[in-house]
């Protein structure tokens, strides 16, 4: 499956946004979807993940109650909504495809856009 993300931007610390990853092809919805970020210097780490159906999701400690992950699979697409933005989250948003829901290492997931840039202003 190929992803590609969308919504990233510019926002003031505090502010909201919400990422779109766009899936192609027929097979989406067999897919467990999740949301990873790189900040500079720092490893890739999850976000949040939700299961093929969109009946489970996981977040990350540092995020819950402010991120929401959800999915639409008439529209092959998984969102992340994000409020009460830090600068601290400034970093490359992705979408990744993995078989199985509540995997949180990237090595699980097979299928990866190519980013989103997300930059929160103090």
């Known amino acids: 499956v190929q992803l590609v993300e969308s919504g990233g931007g510019l926002v003031q610390a505090g502010g909201s946004l919400r990422l779109s990853c766009e899936a192609s092809?027929?097979?989406?919805?067999?897919?467990?979807m999740g949301w990873f970020r790189r900040a500079p210097g720092q490893e890739r780490e999850c976000v949040a993940t939700?299961?093929?159906?969109?009946?489970?999701?996981y977040y990350a400690d540092n995020v819950k109650g402010r991120f929401t992950i959800s999915r639409d699979n008439v529209k092959n697409t998984v969102y992340l909504q994000m409020n009460s933005l830090k600068p601290e989250e400034t970093a490359v948003y992705y979408c990744a495809a993995a078989g199985v829901f509540g995997l949180t290492e990237e090595y699980h997931y097979r299928s990866w856009g190519q980013g989103t840039q997300v930059t929160v202003s103090s």
């Open positions: 092809g027929r097979t989406f919805s067999t897919y467990a």
């Open positions: 939700i299961s093929r159906g969109g009946g489970n999701t």
